[in-house]
């Protein structure tokens, strides 16, 4: 069951990712679609079943890797956050073009970040903890620098 929730969730992680580029194109082009209802509700609906899935696989993780005990998922955690602020920015909040763009590149950032940071996690897993403690307490203190 953790092996199928574990490729739903990043299933889901693509989808919002693929939801975003498309609305990021529509908005940019000034296309009447974007105002399409599956554009519209689409990813709220990916976001909610992506902190279900979340919130699921951190509940039977044997490392017990919880935000605020664990300062990977906090990371994890924080990545998100932004991430999803940074789509509201690009889509929503700016108003030039210019804008629109700092917003996009400030998601794929963020959306890297995580990835990268989920990739850590793996190594550290495996036994390489030196290197990847460095790396995580480095994502730590970029994002306390930003917030």
Do not use: C, E
Request: cysteine-free; aromatic content about 14%.
């Amino acid at each position: 069951m953790y092996m199928i929730i574990k490729h739903t969730h990043l299933t889901l992680i693509a989808l919002t990712l693929v939801f975003f580029l498309i609305n990021f194109a529509l908005t940019i082009k000034g296309s009447d679609k974007v105002n399409n209802k599956l554009l519209k509700i689409g990813p709220h609906i990916l976001y909610t079943l992506f902190i279900a899935t979340a919130i699921y696989l951190i509940s039977i993780n044997p490392l017990q890797l919880y935000p605020f005990y664990n300062g990977w998922a906090s990371s994890k955690l924080a990545g998100f956050v932004l991430y999803v602020l940074s789509i509201t920015f690009a889509l929503k909040w700016a108003k030039s073009t210019l804008w629109r763009i700092v917003g996009f590149v400030s998601a794929l950032f963020w959306f890297v970040m995580s990835a990268r940071l989920a990739y850590a996690h793996r190594l550290k897993v495996k036994g390489s903890n030196d290197d990847v403690n460095a790396y995580i307490d480095a994502a730590q203190s970029m994002l306390l620098a930003v917030s």
